[in-house]
Every structure is written in C-alpha cells, then in structure tokens.
C-alpha cells in the first residue's frame, strides 16, 4: 500500500526547484558509509529557499530569496540523491512557475506536481552545519573568465596524475598558469589572463570538482575564486549573481 499523501507544508515554483537541483546534485557523496551525505538538504524558511549538498571534500550551497506561501516556521529535510533525480525529471515536465507541494510522514517525503506525485523515504540522522565550513576570511580574490577557465581546466587535466586528478594554479599579478604533471605522460601548462593583484600563490584542487562547478554555470560570464592560503578551502562563485546566491567550496590538495 502507497502511504497516503499528507497536507502540503510548503511548496516551491517548479524552475526555482529545478535550478537549485541542479547546482548541488554533482556534491552529494556516493559513498554509502556516509549515510546522512547521501542527500541533499532543503531548507525552507517564509521568505527564502535554500539547499546545500557535500561530500567531506566539496559542498555547493544554493539560496534564494522567494516566499513561501503558509509556511509559518523553518522546515528542513534531507532528499536522496535519487530521489532528486526523479523529482528533477517531474518538476521538468511542469512550467517554471508551477508549483511543486512538499509534504511528509515519519519516513516519506511526498512532492506533488499537478496530478503527478512522487513518494520518497526520507534520509535520517544529522546533516553536517554546513555553516561553520564556509570561508570567512578569504581575501584574496580572483575574477576568470568562466569559459577559458573551464577549457583550460579540461585540457591541463588529460594530464593530471590517475590517481589523484590534481591540477595545480599559480596565481601571479594579472595572470593564473594552470597545470598538471603525470609521471608517465608527462607536463600541461596553460596561462590565463585574471583580475589578480596579491602576491604569489600555488593551490590545488582536484580536477574533476572544479569542471564538476564550471559545467553548471551558464556560458560566458565571470568566476570568482576567494581564496586565503594554500592550505585552506576555496570559494567559487559565479562573477554576476542576482537572483539566486550560489557558492562551492573545495578543499585544496597538497602541491
């Protein structure tokens, strides 16, 4: 027997779902140890939506401003990664302004889309404060043009180590020289023009949360990495935003 659908607590417009899906489902972690990782977590509160996904490594944070109608207090839940997917596929077929009923039980969550439901059981147990792991003092600051940045990225990476899938950024006045090295294939470099003014800096990242980011961003436009040292976490932000509020953070790796 299907649980029966409760009353809707909140519902949100189908596009604002859409979007905020797609901006923090590549952070949920696979592994299955991580039980409470293997989600995302919505948060809704009267007059803003928010949803944050990680996996110890990276995590993508998600806001916007928007009312939500008869919501009186904060409501949160943990949605699974597959779930989403499916909740991604239903809130696709709608207009973007259609909205999408959330509700729940002791163990389902329940996502009603016109006449189209879908019933999840609900991931259990405490999501990390993800708030005392954002960035608080990165101020060194770099503006990329998204696009070269995403391409220089690709190719650098054909020759990052198997095993780590690092690439490194040097960041020097008005320029960024990303590259990578393979014991057997050997050296990548490319240099990119960037908004930088500070001293001399060498991070790393691995490869594949980086274009993971850059992938979700529309075409053209800005990126900007806040950064504080080399052994301290990033902040990637899109160069222009307005609506929605979107943040990643990655965790540097040795160099």
Do not use: W
Request: some cysteine; aromatic content about 6%.
């Amino acid at each position: 027997m299907l649980p029966a659908t409760p009353k809707p607590i909140a519902s949100l417009p189908a596009g604002v779902l859409i979007t905020m899906i797609q901006k923090t489902i590549f952070a949920i972690s696979s592994e299955e140890s991580r039980y409470t990782l293997n989600g995302a977590l919505l948060l809704l509160k009267p007059d803003s939506a928010t949803m944050v996904a990680t996996d110890g490594h990276r995590l993508a944070l998600i806001e916007r401003q928007v009312e939500i109608p008869n919501l009186k207090n904060e409501f949160r839940v943990l949605i699974p990664k597959k779930a989403m997917n499916e909740l991604l596929r239903l809130a696709s077929e709608g207009e973007g302004d259609t909205a999408v009923e959330i509700s729940k039980d002791e163990s389902h969550l329940f996502f009603a889309l016109g006449e189209r439901s879908l019933i999840s059981r609900m991931l259990t147990g405490q999501f990390p404060n993800y708030e005392a792991v954002l960035p608080r003092e990165n101020t060194r600051i770099v503006e990329l043009n998204k696009d070269a940045l995403a391409a220089a990225v690709r190719r650098v990476a054909l020759l990052a180590d198997e095993r780590s899938h690092a690439v490194r950024m040097q960041f020097d006045k008005g320029q960024v020289e990303v590259f990578a090295s393979s014991g057997e294939y050997g050296e990548a470099h490319e240099t990119l023009e960037a908004g930088y003014e500070g001293e001399t800096m060498l991070i790393g990242f691995n490869c594949q949360y980086l274009q993971d980011f850059l992938n979700v961003l529309g075409d053209g436009g800005k990126v900007r990495l806040e950064l504080k040292d080399e052994q301290s976490a990033g902040q990637l932000r899109p160069g222009d935003e307005e609506v929605y509020h979107y943040r990643y953070v990655v965790m540097p790796m040795r160099v």
